[in-house]
């Protein structure tokens, strides 16, 4: 079992998302585990202060170093025998990848830092094990990444995907990392409105033939033809 710790200060945002779908029932089955913590939790001020101005001027608020550290402090002082990971998400890091999934199932514990404002107190860098970006591209905070890396790791966790086979034939994981074959599912024959005209789209037959081999073969083929 994996156990996801994030750490945000928006902990709500998370309520649906991991209440629904594959991440509900991979908690129903003890498969993961999912706490969410709020920042200001680790904060020792009335007010529960977790950014401020940045030295030397500039935009925006800066996310303080000192509750981060008493947060992890907390999450890491018990049972230090955990294989564990402490991961900032932030458009600095490396790009997230199928083969980073995988190497992260492999950890009891993940626990994630979800950036706001404009980021962290550059010390908090020495707090974290490795920095993940998913795209090179602005959100307002690192929570919908935290949810898509969330994910994208469980679904590496044997028994969270139903099929057994399913895991192996999905996106990316093909040797040479395929972008998906078209999938078909019944009608067989299909007519809609393209541009105003009607016309009927066919499965291809081969999909009907039962030829396990033949198939595998097209998959890969469409597989590689997609790619380009």
């Not at 156990?3 to 908690?27: G, H, N, V, W």
């Not at 049972?79 to 995988?102: H, S």
């Not at 007519?191 to 039962?210: D, E, H, I, Q, Y």
């Amino acid at each position: 079992m994996i156990k996801f710790d994030i750490i945000t200060i928006f902990p709500q945002i998370f309520d649906s998302y991991i209440s629904e779908s594959i991440l509900k029932r991979a908690q129903q089955k003890k498969l993961v585990e999912f706490t969410i913590h709020n920042l200001r939790d680790y904060t020792h001020d009335k007010h529960k202060t977790v950014d401020d101005r940045p030295y030397g001027g500039g935009p925006g608020m800066i996310l303080m170093v000192e509750p981060i550290y008493n947060a992890l402090g907390a999450l890491t002082s018990k049972n230090k025998k955990l294989k564990r990971r402490v991961i900032m998400l932030t458009p600095a890091g490396k790009t997230f990848n199928q083969k980073q999934a995988k190497r992260l199932s492999k950890y009891d514990q993940l626990i994630f830092l979800c950036g706001r404002y404009e980021g962290f107190d550059a010390r908090t860098e020495k707090l974290v094990d490795e920095k993940i970006s998913i795209g090179d591209y602005v959100l307002s905070g690192g929570e919908l990444p935290a949810m898509v890396v969330a994910e994208a790791v469980a679904r590496n966790i044997p028994g969270v995907i139903g099929h057994k086979h399913a895991l192996a034939e999905e996106t990316f994981s093909f040797d040479l990392e395929y972008i998906e074959y078209p999938q078909y599912t019944r009608p067989e024959v299909f007519t809609m409105a393209v541009k105003s005209k009607k016309k009927s789209f066919r499965a291809p037959k081969l999909l009907l033939s039962g030829n396990h081999a033949a198939i595998a073969d097209w998959r890969k083929k469409m597989a590689k033809k997609r790619q380009k």
